[in-house]
């Protein structure tokens, strides 16, 4: 098991996958290795798509990206 990452960056959203996908984009062209960061993705319970624009950095192992739906019901 490696050492934990030196930086973690939170990216809160809620319906904006083309804002998650710009913001993303620019978090894996850091000039930081990919091990020494991690991404995590708070999806505050989107009705589009926005939890899927995390998936292709998760399954390709360039960062950690982990959605999350914590809206509750009103």
């Not at 984009?25 to 624009?53: M, N």
Request: charged share 20%; net charge negative; aromatic share 4%.
């Amino acid at each position: 098991m490696g050492s934990p990452p030196g930086c973690t960056m939170i990216v809160q959203t809620y319906d904006r996958i083309r804002l998650l996908e710009l913001t993303l984009d620019a978090l894996t062209r850091q000039s930081l290795p990919p091990d020494e960061f991690e991404v995590l993705v708070v999806d505050d319970g989107s009705s589009d798509a926005t939890a899927a624009a995390a998936e292709p950095l998760a399954l390709n192992g360039y960062v950690d990206c982990s959605t999350s739906t914590t809206r509750t019901p009103s």
